[in-house]
């Protein structure tokens, strides 16, 4: 079954050695959100949340249309590595923030952050 990642970033690491190439799209915030909702009503795909800080997931929760949230788990925060295989989808919505040194971003910092969205597939 494949997979449809909601992730707040993404690298060239993420993509399986098997898979040979992926294709990347930016959208607007309603298309992404609209994609979104209807990969995961297909019902053929398993929907996996990867967003690995708590206040970033909580923000991205508050930005998806209510409709969407009531499919979504409690918490989008999950720690998980994602291996990107043939057929998988990857749902990018990513924060523009960037400091000199890595660390955590506060929740202010991620509230004022403005985001793009990504589809790959």
């Known amino acids: 079954m494949a997979k ?5 970033t993404f690298s060239p690491s993420m993509i399986s050695k ?5 294709m990347v799209q930016e959208v607007s915030e309603l298309e992404f959100w609209r994609m979104l909702k209807g ?5 053929e795909v398993e929907f996996v949340s990867a ?3 708590e206040n970033t997931a909580d923000i991205v ?3 998806m ?4 949230k009531e499919q979504m788990p409690e918490s989008l925060f999950n720690r998980v ?3 990107v295989e043939h057929g998988d989808w990857v749902f990018a919505i990513i924060p523009q923030i960037r400091f000199d040194s890595t660390r955590e ?3 202010e910092e991620v509230k004022k952050a403005e985001f793009r969205f990504f589809i790959m597939l």
């Open 39 to 43: 990969v995961i009503n297909t019902g």
């Open 65 to 68: 249309p209510d409709e969407l």
């Open 81 to 83: 590595n994602i291996k």
């Open 51 to 53: 967003i690995g800080h």
């Open 61 to 63: 929760l508050r930005r």
């Open 18 to 22: 098997k898979n040979k190439g992926v």
């Open 4 to 8: 449809v990642y909601l992730t707040t």
């Open 105 to 107: 971003f506060t929740d």
